[in-house]
């Protein structure tokens, strides 16, 4: 079975402050690491995945094997990330569709 | 279809009513998937289409649940009989198929909102 972790529901910053949102996973196969995004009014949508190792919006985050972590950062929060941000995990390895297991989310409020 | 389409938006039904919410994924998508996010429960996953096939049901709560696809397209999520704690927002994504190196990433419709009185 598969797990995400996200340990803070809630996470305050002010605007320019570096910002980091805690993910951790249990999986026993290859995982897929994403990071999806909700700001208010939208869709849920995809922010980034670990295997394209790219930067969007500022945000990057590395998958640690050891750690099983997959945090994500950004070094310098802007009002505009204010938003509720997903953990989610799926197998990889099985070709065609996997489901995604999400974690709780943390919600993320830049302050000015 | 500019993105995943769901309708109704919101949904209000007395107990024991049963409901239908649909799904139209991005053309050309193949897999389909249904979510489902509730107060307390965060999202959860219910059941995965490849094709018209659904290879994965494992995450359909009850036996009142149901779902089908229909020309690799529309998909309609039927809840029988419905009882309180249905009521939360269902989800559905798409995205074409992955490989086994790569999943592909999953887009979000805006989902409907389901309140059971």
């Known amino acids: 079975a598969q797990r995400v972790t996200q340990p803070e529901k809630l996470l305050s910053v002010f605007k320019g402050a570096p910002v980091e949102l805690k993910c951790n996973y249990s999986y026993s196969g290859s995982p897929e690491l994403f990071w999806y995004v909700q700001y208010s009014r939208q869709r849920l949508q995809l922010l980034l995945r670990?295997?394209s190792r790219e930067s969007i919006k500022g945000f990057t985050a590395d998958l640690n094997k050891g750690e099983t972590s997959f945090h994500l950062k950004k070094p310098f929060a802007q009002e505009e990330d204010s938003a509720m941000y997903y953990c989610?995990?799926?197998?990889?390895?099985?070709?065609?569709?996997?489901?995604?297991?999400f974690g709780t989310g943390t919600q993320l409020k830049v302050e000015l | 279809g500019a993105g995943v389409s769901q309708s109704p938006s919101n949904k209000v039904t007395e107990k024991g009513k049963d409901v239908e919410l649909r799904c139209d994924p991005i053309s050309g998508h193949t897999a389909l998937y249904w979510y489902r996010q509730s107060l307390g429960q965060g999202l959860e996953f219910l059941i995965y289409f490849q094709g018209n096939s659904a290879p994965d049901k494992s995450g359909l709560p009850s036996d009142r649940f149901s779902a089908e696809r229909t020309g690799g397209s529309v998909s309609t999520l039927t809840i029988q009989r419905t009882q309180q704690e249905d009521s939360a927002v269902y989800l559905c994504a798409s995205s074409f198929s992955g490989t086994p190196y790569s999943n592909q990433p999953q887009h979000f419709g805006d989902g409907t909102r389901l309140s059971i009185l």
């Open positions: 670990h295997i």
């Open positions: 989610a995990l799926s197998p990889l390895g099985r070709g065609g569709g996997n489901k995604l297991t």
